[in-house]
């Protein structure tokens, strides 16, 4: 296992902001197209500022994950934007590439949970500004005590 995981912090905050950046940039690319299938999927009202908020959330989000500048108020931000989402268009069940959408949104959830908690990690705009961050403590398996007394011995 990695003893030293800001490489692969970095890498999974890319790998989380793509998705965004890249549906976001697809709404940009498609607005008639989004804003029919928002209302096909019964948002019959204010599609058009709703429309024009997640583009702002999803490029918005992806951009602070991506640059680790603001990073978990960006991944705060995009889970509640992917609550309602995930409700509104992503719960037929019948339909299996819904519920692929929905199984993926839940497992995106959970990486922007871990960013949310942990921050953009050392390779980052937050770290290079003085963010706080909080380390994960990865040792699977080790108990709580032992854990403190490397630590003690460590420091």
């Given amino acids: 296992m990695l003893s030293d995981h800001r490489y692969s912090m970095l890498v999974g905050r890319i790998l989380i902001a793509a998705i965004f950046i890249m549906s976001g940039i697809g709404k940009i690319a498609d607005p008639q197209g989004t804003q029919q299938y928002m209302q096909a999927m019964g948002m019959t009202w204010a599609t058009t500022l709703f429309y024009l908020g997640a583009i702002v959330i999803e490029i918005g989000g992806g951009l602070s994950l991506l640059l680790g500048y603001w990073t978990r108020a960006g991944a705060i931000a995009l889970i509640l934007f992917m ?22 949104n839940l497992a995106m959830f959970g990486g922007l949970f871990y960013v949310a908690a942990y921050g953009a990690g050392p390779l980052s705009l937050d770290a290079r500004f003085g ?9 699977i398996g080790i108990r709580q005590e032992e854990q403190a007394q490397k630590r003690r011995t460590s420091a």
């Fill in 83 to 104: 609550i309602p989402t995930t409700l509104l268009f992503h719960t037929n069940f019948a339909d299996q590439n819904q519920m692929i959408h929905f199984l993926k």
């Fill in 131 to 139: 963010v706080p961050m909080r380390h994960p403590d990865l040792n």
